[in-house]
């Protein structure tokens, strides 16, 4: 999903930790999925920093002017998305 976003005109969440993460139970939808909300932090580009987000959570990026998708996928990276074998 994340690919579609930052293709062409991009769009980045800049918000992508688990309070915003959600999954669909099979009994709505098969296979169940698992789908990003609360897109009231998003913006395209260009973009401004977005300064009323939080360090301790977010990419170092996001509060610089202009970021790109880096911001979508540094809670991964730092392993805060993902379990760990």
């Known amino acids: 999903m994340l690919v579609v976003l930052h293709d062409n005109e991009p769009?980045?969440?800049q918000d992508v930790r688990w309070?915003?993460?959600i999954r669909l139970p099979s009994?709505?939808?098969?296979p169940s999925k698992w789908i990003i909300i609360d897109w009231k932090d998003a913006d395209g580009y260009p973009n401004n920093p977005a300064d009323h987000l939080t360090p301790d959570?977010?990419?170092p990026e996001v509060f610089q002017q202009n970021h790109g998708g880096e911001v979508d996928i540094w809670s991964d990276l730092q392993g805060r998305l993902l379990r760990k074998p």
Do not use: K
């Not at 009994?27 to 098969?30: G, K, R």
């Open 19 to 21: 309070p915003n993460i």
């Open 27 to 30: 009994a709505l939808v098969e």
């Open 11 to 13: 769009m980045y969440h």
């Open 57 to 59: 959570e977010h990419a």
